[in-house]
C-alpha cells in the first residue's frame, strides 16, 4: 500500500520535471558548464532538480533525498537511513547537449539498501517505465499501459546488445566471446538503454565507464520486474548506500535468467571507486 500511494505522484513529478526539460531543450535557452568531475551539468538539470525535491519533500518530507545535483551526506550521517529517494533530475544531459532527444528523469525510492520502486520518463517519447517491487514492470505512453518483459532470447538467436552513441564500438567487441553474432543497437541515456532491455527491444545493455549509483536505482527494480539483473562486470550484485562514494562499477543489464551470459560477455575487473 505504501509503494503504491507513492507511484502515481511520482509519476507526476517525473512528468513535470521532464516537461521543463522539453521546454527548454526546444527553446535553446539553458547555460551548461562542467562540473569538478568534468561531467557536463545545465540550467535545465537544476531546474527540473528543483522541481522534483520540491514535490518529494511535499509528498513524503520524512524520506531523505539523494540527488546526482546535491551536495552528498558522509555515509555516517546517511547509513543507517531505512529508506530514501535517489534521483537523476535529467539521466542524458550530453545527449541533452548534443540534440539528440534521449534523455529521461529517473526518480527511485531505495528501501534498506535495494531499489523498490523506480519511475523513468521519457519527454520526448512522452513515455512512462516503471516498477513497483513485486508488482510487474509497465511502459505507459498517454492513457495506454502496457506490462513488460525481457526479451525471450534462444540459443542461435542474434544477440541484440544495446550500446552508446557514444562510446567506440571496439570496447564493447573486446568484450564478447562472439562478437560476430551480435547487433548493436546504438540509444542515448543509460536509463533508456535499461529500459530497452527491460522491454524486450534489446537482449543486455553494457555499460563501460563512470556512472554514479542515480543512475541504476530506477531502472534497476524496472529490469528485475521485467525478468532481468542489473550485475556489475564479475556477475555480482550492484549495491546502494554502501559506501562513501555513490560511484558505479561497469555494469551490465541482461534479460533471461536462462541465457547463459557468463559464456556470452566475459567478465572483466570493475573500475567502482571505492571510498
Known amino acids: 500500500m505504501f509503494l503504491s500511494r507513492l507511484l502515481e505522484p511520482v509519476k507526476d513529478a517525473a512528468r513535470a520535471a521532464g516537461d521543463t526539460l522539453w521546454s527548454m531543450y526546444q527553446s535553446g535557452d539553458f547555460e551548461s558548464k562542467n562540473k569538478a568531475d568534468e561531467s557536463p551539468v545545465t540550467s535545465a538539470d537544476l531546474a527540473a532538480n528543483a522541481l522534483i525535491l520540491n514535490a518529494l519533500t ?17 555515509l555516517r550521517q546517511r547509513q543507517d537511513w531505512p529508506r530514501y529517494w535517489l534521483i537523476d533530475p535529467m539521466d542524458g544531459t550530453q545527449e541533452f547537449i548534443a540534440r539528440s532527444g534521449d534523455f529521461a528523469v529517473s526518480i527511485a525510492l531505495v528501501e534498506h539498501g535495494w531499489p523498490v520502486l523506480g519511475v523513468i520518463y521519457w519527454p520526448k517519447e512522452k513515455i512512462w517505465y516503471y516498477a513497483t517491487r513485486g508488482n510487474g514492470a509497465f511502459k505507459q505512453q498517454q492513457h495506454l499501459i502496457n506490462r513488460i518483459q525481457v526479451n525471450q532470447h534462444q540459443p542461435g538467436d542474434v544477440l541484440k546488445i544495446a550500446v552508446s552513441r557514444r562510446q567506440p564500438i571496439e570496447h564493447i567487441h573486446q568484450l564478447l566471446n562472439t562478437p560476430a553474432s551480435s547487433e548493436f543497437i546504438a540509444l542515448g541515456s543509460c536509463s533508456l538503454k535499461s529500459c530497452l532491455v527491460a522491454e524486450g527491444g534489446a537482449d543486455c545493455y553494457l555499460r563501460l565507464g563512470p556512472t554514479g549509483e542515480w543512475d541504476t536505482a530506477a531502472v534497476h527494480v524496472i529490469v528485475e520486474e ?6 556489475d562486470s564479475q556477475f ?10 555513490l560511484s558505479n562499477p561497469d555494469f551490465m543489464v541482461i534479460g533471461r535468467s536462462e541465457v547463459p551470459w557468463t559464456e556470452l560477455i566475459r567478465a572483466h575487473s570493475a573500475t567502482r571507486t571505492l571510498g
Open 58 to 74: 511535499e509528498l513524503a518530507p520524512e524520506i531523505p533525498v539523494v540527488s546526482e545535483e546535491m551536495h552528498l551526506l558522509p
Open 226 to 231: 521485467a525478468g532481468g539483473k542489473i550485475l
Open 236 to 245: 555480482a550484485p550492484l549495491s546502494y548506500n554502501q559506501r562513501e562514494t
